[in-house]
């Protein structure tokens, strides 16, 4: 099992920058390929980054490709999500997001489904402010 606690996120302007971290736990965090999804008020909880175990491979929702980067660092059982230009639609729950197993191989858009994932933080408030 894995437990992953989110921090980083805040108040910011439009055109602004946060970096989102999600710390792991457990000595199998580099086997596992991590997502990022968010929720905003009234919404169902969307896609918006993912980061195979493998090589490191990334997938971006259109509404972020260009704009924010997903990364991690193994040694420190840390993914990051680094946001640029945000824009007041970027205002959200942040939620971290682990693969159900580990070492699985499955295809980029699968892992913008809820359902490969089976571990989840407790999310981190980001909200832009025009």
């Known amino acids: 099992q894995v437990q992953l606690v989110e921090s980083g996120g805040g108040l910011v302007q439009a055109g602004g920058s946060l970096r989102l971290s999600c710390a792991g736990s457990?000595?199998?965090?580099?086997?596992?390929?991590m997502g990022w999804f968010r929720q905003a008020p009234g919404k169902e909880r969307e896609f918006v980054a993912a980061i195979t175990w493998y090589g490191g491979t990334t997938y971006y929702a259109d509404s972020v490709k260009g704009r924010f980067t997903i990364s991690r660092d193994n040694a420190k059982n840390t993914v990051y999500l680094q946001m640029n230009s945000l824009k007041p639609e970027d205002t959200s729950v942040y939620y971290c997001?682990?693969?159900?197993?580990?070492?699985?191989?499955?295809?980029?858009?699968?892992?913008?489904?809820?359902?490969?994932?089976?571990?989840w933080g407790q999310g981190t408030q980001v909200t832009v402010s025009s």
């Open positions: 457990g000595r199998t965090f580099s086997s596992y390929t």
């Open positions: 997001a682990a693969d159900s197993a580990t070492r699985r191989f499955a295809s980029l858009p699968y892992y913008s489904t809820r359902e490969a994932y089976g571990y």
